[in-house]
Nanobody, 125 residues
Framework: QVQLAESGGGSVQAGGSLRLSCVAS????????MGWFRQAPEKEREFVAA????????DTSDSVKGRFTISRDNAKNTVYLQMNSLKPEDTAVYYC??????????????????WGQGTQVTVSS
């Protein structure tokens, strides 16, 4: 069982920045692909970014590429999402998710085994 806890959400104006954090409880954190997803009202949950075990390989969705950066600190069992140049369309609940140990990067929510409770990000124009 892996418990994930996100923090760092809030309300900002367009063009602003936020950094989300997600702390994992499990000792297998360093063997898991970690991802961020988001879900806006009445929309499906969508992939935002993922990072491999070492942190050297990342992937981000086209909608946030160049603005959002995912990173991880295995010593702290923590994954981050740095969000810059925020837009109103980035408004959503952001979720941290973990894949099974040794599994590869996936863009599909169904492939992630564990989820955090989510943190709200609201961007005003």
């Amino acid at each position: 069982q892996v418990q994930l806890a996100e923090s760092g959400g809030g309300s900002v104006q367009a063009g602003g920045s936020l950094r989300l954090s997600c702390v994992a409880s499990a000792g297998t954190f360093s063997f898991r692909i970690m991802g961020w997803f988001r879900q806006a009202p009445e929309k499906e949950r969508e992939f935002v970014a993922a990072v491999n075990w070492s942190g050297r390989s990342t992937d981000t969705s086209d909608s946030v590429k160049g603005r959002f950066t995912i990173s991880r600190d295995n010593a702290k069992n923590t994954v981050y999402l740095q969000m810059n140049s925020l837009k109103p369309e980035d408004t959503a609940v952001y979720y941290c998710a973990a894949r099974p140990p040794y599994a590869g990067i996936s863009y599909q929510a169904k492939d992630y085994s564990y989820w955090g409770q989510g943190t709200q990000v609201t961007v005003s124009s």
